[in-house]
Each structure stands twice: as structure tokens, then as C-alpha cells.
């Protein structure tokens, strides 16, 4: 455990697909003091459970107030981030809005971490921000050490800025002998499992490839590919680095199995066709889609690429400076979705 009181934790974006896997778990565990959770949307629309520890602030980030309310509840003894906008929004406030959440409002709560002098800091990253490339293989997987080159994908992008700031504040603070916190990264693939389907419907490229209602599966190179990795091993890795002392100052880990699915391989998991598309289709076909609804169909041209170009991660390095191991692979995960299984 992180100390021998019960610990109280602080939940960025606790009504999202990865905060919200967090929030009902730390709710339910006894070693768990308070959830503290701050999210952009009221607590009502969301089926957590009633909960003396749940504490629910809505805020956004970028806001001051929420700070002098978290810390009525203090110690905190660790700030888990998911808060982010996964959707880009359309035209140029919507970018400018979402710039807004997901880069103010971090460098906002990375002050807070450092100036209130919390000892665990858990960010989630994206394998997106490796980026979605035409020199990317698929006899290379990426690993930690190497370079984030998104250049295209807005998600990937800001995601990728994110953890540029927050190395920068952490090595200036290193230099001056000012304190730093516990820093872990975690840079998840596709993250899928029955929860996020049942209570978010959040799949949308994944209701092609299990949906009867899609006879096929759009494929746009021979390498076109997902990696998944089961929501419930998200869970374990970010509750392992909450409640056990792992060694590491600034650490960052890709959560990811070891094995990929080729589009080809899934249709012949769900029996279906692949509908080979030329890449500049795509790309045209992202693009319309994106203009013509003005952004209701979420296929915005910047995107086109994580559908195209394959991104494989190592995930190797969290089961060998840990305990932690994968409980599901790919194909596993995928086919959790037709399940009931908890975690």
C-alpha cells in the first residue's frame, strides 16, 4: 500500500471509459478511503452505485475552484489522470476548446500535483502518440524509449504534448532540488471490454467488426491492424502502481499484449468479409463524413491514418520490472465483449 492508512485517491475525468473502470473499482476496495472525482459532467448521469467515498466535483480543469475543495480532503496520496477529450470537436472554437481541457487543463493539475506535494502521480497516455506512420512495420514493436512522432491525429498530438510538459516540469524541479512526485505513465492500445460496451457504447469501430448488422470489414492496406488490451488488466496495472512500492522516479510503461490482430484475421474471428479500400478513399470518405455532419460522425480526416498504418507496442517492460501480468490477449480481449466477465 502506499501508506498504512487508507488511502484517498483523486480521479481525473472519473465518468470516462477509463476513470470510470477506476472510480467503481476504488469505490468497492477497502483499502480505499475516499474517491475523489473530477469530472466535466454532473455525477447523476453516470450508474455508480451510492457511496459515502465518493466525492464528486464538477469542474473542469482549468478552473481554480475545484483545488481549494479537493484539498478539504486532505492528504491525497494519489491523483490519477484520465480526464480527455478522445473526439476532436468540430471547427476552429471547438479546437480551440478542447486545447483548452486537454492541455491547460493538464499543466493545471500538473501544478497542483507538484505544489501540494502529492507522492503518486498515474497519467495515462496513448499508443497514438507513437503515431499512425507509412514507414510504421509490423515487425517492430514500439517501445518506451522510442520517439512520440504524431504529427497528424489531434489526440495522438495532444496527448503527446501533455507528457512534454510534464517531463519538462519534472527535470526543471529535478534540477533545483524542488519536490517531485512518484510519476508513472501508462500508454494503453485499444482498450475494450464488456463494461465500456454495456455502459458507454463507445465502440464504434469495433461494431463493425462484431456487429451482425456489418456483413464486412473496411480494410485499407494488408497491415491495417489493432492491438486490444482487456479493460479489467488496465485496471490491475493502474491499482498496482496505487497500492504496491514499485521503484521508479518517472517511469513510463505501453500497456499492451503481446499479440496483434490484422483486420483480415478479425473478419475471420466474427465470419466476415474484408473490403479492401484504397487509401485515398478512406481518407476521402473520413473527410466528407466529417464535413458533411459537421463532426457528429467522429471520422475526422486527421484520423485516417490510425485506421490505415499499423501501431504495435511492447508491452514487455511493466511484467518485467513488476509483478504484473496480462490477463487476456487480443483475441481475448475482443472476444470478452460477448461476455459478462468481470474483473
Known sequence: MVNEQKIKILITGGGGYIGSLLTDFFLRDPEVEKVLVLDLKDASIFPFPKNSKLVWFKSDLTSQNWQNEVLKQEPIDVVIHSAFILRRMYGKKGEKLQEK????????????????KIKNFICFGSAASYGARKENRIDYKFKETDLLKEETYLYGIQKKTCEEHLRKVYEQRKATGDFIPQIRILRPVSIIGPKGRKFFKRFGLIEMFTSSFFPFIFQADKNSLR???????????????????????????NLAPPDYLLFSEIAKMFKKITLPLPKFLVRLIWRLSWHLTRGRIPLSPDSANSFIYPIILDGAKITQQTKFQYQYNSSEALLSLNTKKGY
Do not use: C, R
Open 101 to 116: 481541457y486537454n492541455i491547460q487543463g493538464f499543466d493545471n493539475l500538473v501544478n497542483f500535483v507538484f505544489k501540494n
Open 227 to 253: 492491438q486490444f488490451i482487456y479493460e479489467g488488466d488496465v485496471v490491475k496495472a493502474a491499482t498496482m502502481f496505487v497500492k504496491e512500492d514499485i521503484p521508479g522516479e518517472y517511469e513510463v510503461y
